[in-house]
C-alpha cells in the first residue's frame, strides 16, 4: 500500500455472487494551493458519506444473507403456487416454466450512490426503505398485468442455472455432460439473456422506479409522498403507510397511466361504491382498470395460524398482485407459497443506483433465486394488492376473494367487502394510529405491536 494512501472506500460488485472484494483507495498526497487543499477537504468529506453508506450497504448484504447464496428446498411432490398460477416441480417442463415466471418477476432492492432523499443527505435506503421497496414490487406488478398481455413472460431462451433452486435435471441440449458442466461454470448473464430490443414496455415500467426525483414511483417521490403521513426519508414505513403512499402515486401519474387508478380499503373494509366511483367514466368510454390494496393485521404478536387458509387461497388467484409483508422489522414481497411456506422476492440486497438515462442493463431488476420462509414467521401486520381490468373482472374480484377471505370459520373475514361508502373519507389520506383489531367474535381488544413491521393496524 502507498504510504500516502490515508483511507480505503468500499465498492461493492453489482453481481450477487460477489459482494464484498473490492476496495480503493484514495490518495491524499499535500495540495500545492489552499484552493485544491480545501477541494481535497470537501472531496475527503464526500468520499467518507459514500464510504459509510456503502458499509452500511455491504453489513445489510451480510446480514440479510446475500453474501452466502442462500438456497430454498423445493419438494418435487406438491405444487408450488405463485399469484394465480401453479406449477408441477416433478415435471422438468414446469420447472423450466416456473423459473422463466419467477425471473419474470421485477425486482426492486436497497440502492446506494443515487442524488440525496428529500429533505436529508441520504444517498441509499439501505437500512430502513425495504418497505418501500416491496411496494414497488408489488406496484410492478400490477402494471405488467395493466400493459403487458395476458401470460406474457420474459423474451429469450432462459438456460438452467445450478444455484437457482435445489431441483436441476440434466437437459438434452446435444452438448456432453463434460461440455454442459463447462458451459454452467461460466458466468450467466442475465442482462444478455433478458435485455431484447422488444421488451420496450417492461423497461419504460422500469425507467417511472428509478432513483431519481422525477420518476413517479422511484425512492425519491415515495418518500415524499410520505412526508403527508409524518414520514421521512430514514424512517420505518409499514405496510399501511406504503399503500396510502402508491395510492397517491398512481393518482399523481395521470398523465402516464390515465386508465388506472388505484384503491385503499378503509378499516378492513372495501366499500363498493367508493371503486366504482373512482373506475366509472361517461360511456362509451370503458371502466378505469384498477388496483386495490388492503391493509390488514392478521393477528396480534403473531399470525393467527387461522388466517393461513385465507391467504393461501388469495395467492392463488390470478387477480392478486402479492403481499407487501414480512417478518417483523424486515419486509419481504410475498408472490406465493409451496405447502407451509411462503415465497418471496427479498429487498435487502444493495446495489449500486442504474442510470436509466441510457440504454441500461435489465440484471439487477431481476431475481433468478426465489425463497421460501415458514407462514409461522410471517408478520401479522401486511398489504394484500388485487388487479381489475375492467368491471366485469372487478366483480369477478369481488366474488373470488370474497370466498377466499372467508375460507375459515374459527375467525372473521381477514377483510369485507361493503355496499356503499366510507363514512370518514378524511381517513384515507392520513392512517389511524390506533391500533384495534378482532380477537374474538364476542371481543374486541388491544394489541401491542411493538415488534411489528407496523406501528398500526387495521383490523
Not at 483511507?7 to 461493492?12: E, K, L, M, T
Not at 440434466?170 to 435485455?195: C, P, Q, T, Y
Not at 415465497?343 to 431475481?367: I, R
Request: glycine share 6%; with cysteine; charged share 25%.
Amino acid at each position: 500500500m502507498n504510504p500516502s494512501t490515508s483511507y480505503a472506500q468500499f465498492v461493492g460488485q453489482s453481481a450477487a455472487d460477489d459482494l464484498m472484494d473490492d476496495w480503493v483507495f484514495f490518495s491524499t498526497e499535500s495540495a500545492p494551493s489552499q484552493g485544491l487543499e480545501e477541494s481535497r477537504d470537501d472531496q475527503e468529506v464526500e468520499d467518507t458519506g459514500r464510504f459509510k453508506d456503502k458499509l452500511v450497504s455491504a453489513w445489510n448484504s451480510v446480514k440479510y444473507g446475500w453474501t452466502l447464496k442462500q438456497k430454498s428446498k423445493f419438494s418435487k411432490r406438491s405444487p408450488v403456487f405463485m399469484l394465480g398460477k401453479s406449477y408441477e416441480l416433478k415435471d422438468e417442463g414446469e420447472q423450466q416454466h416456473f423459473r422463466r415466471c419467477f425471473a419474470s418477476l421485477l425486482w426492486f432492492t436497497y440502492r446506494r450512490g443515487f442524488r440525496p432523499l428529500p429533505g436529508s443527505s441520504l444517498t441509499t435506503d439501505s437500512g430502513w426503505g425495504c418497505v418501500l421497496r416491496s411496494s414497488q414490487m408489488l406496484l410492478a406488478q400490477g402494471l405488467l398485468l395493466h400493459l403487458m398481455p395476458p401470460g406474457w413472460t420474459w423474451s429469450g431462451n432462459q438456460r438452467v442455472v445450478k444455484d437457482d433452486m435445489d431441483l436441476i435435471h440434466s437437459v438434452n441440449d446435444g452438448f456432453s455432460s463434460s461440455e454442459r458442466e463447462s458451459k454452467r461454470s461460466r458466468h450467466l448473464s442475465w442482462g444478455s439473456i433478458l435485455d431484447r430490443p422488444t421488451e420496450g414496455t417492461p423497461r419504460r415500467i422500469l425507467r417511472w422506479f428509478a432513483d431519481n426525483p422525477t420518476a413517479p414511483f422511484g425512492i425519491h417521490r415515495l418518500v415524499e409522498l410520505g412526508k403527508s403521513s409524518g414520514k421521512k426519508a430514514g424512517d420505518w414505513y409499514g405496510p399501511s403507510i406504503a399503500a396510502h403512499i402508491l395510492r397517491k402515486a398512481v393518482e399523481a401519474a395521470v398523465v402516464d397511466l390515465p386508465n388506472l387508478v388505484a384503491y385503499v380499503a378503509q378499516d378492513c373494509t372495501i366499500y363498493l361504491q367508493d371503486v366504482r366511483k373512482l373506475c366509472e367514466r361517461p360511456p362509451p368510454q370503458h371502466w378505469k382498470s384498477v388496483l386495490i390494496l388492503v391493509p390488514v393485521r392478521l393477528g396480534g404478536q403473531d399470525l393467527n395460524p387461522s388466517y393461513i387458509t385465507s391467504v393461501k387461497k388469495l395467492l392463488m388467484l390470478e387477480c392478486c398482485i402479492g403481499i407487501i409483508g414480512g417478518k417483523p422489522k424486515h419486509s419481504l414481497f410475498f408472490v406465493g407459497f409451496q405447502d407451509d411456506h411462503l415465497l418471496y422476492l427479498d429487498p435487502h440486497y444493495c446495489q449500486p443506483t442504474v442510470d436509466v438515462t441510457k440504454n441500461f442493463p435489465l440484471e439487477s431488476f431481476h431475481c433468478k433465486n426465489p425463497r421460501k420462509m415458514p407462514f409461522s414467521r410471517m408478520d401479522p401486520s401486511c398489504t394484500i394488492g388485487f388487479y381489475a381490468k375492467g368491471q366485469m373482472e372487478f366483480e369477478s374480484l369481488c366474488t373470488s376473494v370474497n370466498e377466499a377471505v372467508s375460507a375459515s370459520a374459527e375467525t372473521y373475514p381477514m377483510f369485507i367487502f361493503e355496499e356503499g361508502k366510507t363514512r370518514e373519507e378524511a381517513r384515507a389520506n392520513t392512517p389511524t394510529h390506533s391500533v384495534t383489531f378482532l380477537q374474538r367474535k364476542t371481543q374486541l381488544g388491544r394489541v401491542d405491536t411493538s415488534n411489528s413491521m407496523d406501528e398500526f393496524v387495521l383490523l
